[in-house]
């Protein structure tokens, strides 16, 4: 299985994003869906999750209330999207995937930069 992630980009402080990530297969559809960041010197982090019907999502508190995780099974697409967005959540934004009470991701996407900035 194969995740494509894309979205990213340049954005000034308080602008908008969506990132997607788009399965290669629909075995995707019953994985816990996240979204990862990773800042320049620091270590990845978990942003925000959600169960493999949509049903339930989960945020670090940092982007509570700005962020929305949010997937289309039909699509074997799971999107994230940021608003009010600060410099502090620039970064390489991955995907991944992981079966229901494993701890262990079992599959990646490659990642996209998103850079807030004046």
């Known amino acids: 299985v194969q995740l494509q992630a894309s979205g990213g980009g340049l954005v000034q402080p308080g602008g908008s994003l969506r990132l997607s990530c788009v399965a290669s297969?629909?075995?995707?559809?019953?994985?816990?869906m996240t979204w990862h960041r990773q800042a320049p010197g620091k270590e990845r982090e978990l942003v925000a999750r959600?169960?493999?019907?949509?049903?339930?999502?989960y945020y670090r508190d940092s982007v509570k209330g700005r962020f929305t995780i949010s997937r289309d099974n039909a699509k074997r697409t799971v999107y994230l999207q940021m608003n009010s967005l600060k410099p502090e959540d620039s970064g390489i934004y991955y995907c991944?995937?992981?079966?229901?009470?494993?701890?262990?991701?079992?599959?990646w996407g490659q990642g996209t930069l998103v850079t807030v900035s004046s």
């Open positions: 959600v169960t493999s019907d949509g049903s339930a999502t």
């Open positions: 991944a995937a992981r079966r229901p009470y494993y701890d262990d991701y079992d599959y």
């Open positions: 297969e629909s075995v995707i559809n019953m994985r816990i």
